[in-house]
């Protein structure tokens, strides 16, 4: 009895795992295609408070890393075993991007969207402006330091991933493939915004404009079949 419980409760983690895999799915398609409100000056960014779109894809951003993080760890019980250097590694850069990509969003959307841009907007003195205009200049540098972990524990996470996948047979060393890619392209974000290298610039704009919108979708799709699919 106690065996026939264990396996079923490892049965709904894998479909947990599964359908976190197409949720994420819709999430970096509701990311990467739902337009960006304009806010071209200060004044104009401190309003976003009001606009539904913009606080809606803080809270997708939010949601974002712990649906794809879960359907992660399904990959992680089901190849573990095989590839333990590449899942044990790669579980911890993802958990890296996961966490910090998560912070970010929770200091977008509490300190600085219901404490300091209403703080600037209702504040009655210049200093008190002063004071709130000085966080919210903050919130930036602080959010990119933060941008800086996500892209570097995504990138290494996905490409050692890619490297356990690649090592299977059939249809999973597209996946490995894809998340190879992935992987690579992350990295090579980081090193032309952190690193100096500039000559990035080109083919990492290209591969975000007209790969990566429509393959990273793809893939946790195939991944969610893949966890979905797996033999009890």
């Known amino acids: 009895m106690e065996n026939i419980m264990k396996k079923d409760n490892y049965r709904h983690f894998l479909k947990l795992a599964a359908i976190c895999s197409f949720l994420g799915a819709l999430t970096t398609a509701l990311l990467i295609f739902l337009p960006n409100p304009a ?48 899942i044990i590694a790669g579980t911890l850069f993802l958990l890296v991007w996961a966490f910090t990509e998560m912070s970010q969003q929770a200091l977008l959307i509490d300190a600085l969207n219901q404490i300091w ?23 930036g540098g602080i959010s ?55 000559f990035l610039n080109t083919p990492v704009n290209w591969s975000y404009t007209w790969i990566y919108p429509y393959l990273q979708p793809l893939v946790r799709v195939a991944i969610g079949i893949w966890i979905w699919r797996q033999p009890d």
């Open 39 to 86: 806010a071209d000056d200060f004044e104009s960014r401190t309003l976003l408070i009001n606009n539904d779109l913009y606080l809606t894809k803080l809270w997708i951003l939010f949601i974002h890393p712990q649906v794809n993080m879960l359907a992660s760890l399904g990959i992680a019980y089901l190849l573990l075993r095989k590839y333990p250097l590449q």
């Open 117 to 139: 841009r209403p703080g600037y907007i209702d504040a009655e003195s210049e200093v008190s402006k002063n004071m709130f205009m000085t966080l919210i200049e903050a919130a």
């Open 144 to 198: 990119d330091s933060k941008y800086f972990l996500v892209i570097y524990g995504f990138g290494i996470g996905s490409f050692l991933y890619g490297l356990a996948f690649i090592r299977q047979n059939g249809w999973e060393r597209w996946i490995g493939a894809a998340l190879l890619f992935i992987g690579l392209l992350s990295l090579s974000s980081f090193a032309r915004y952190y690193l100096g290298m500039s």
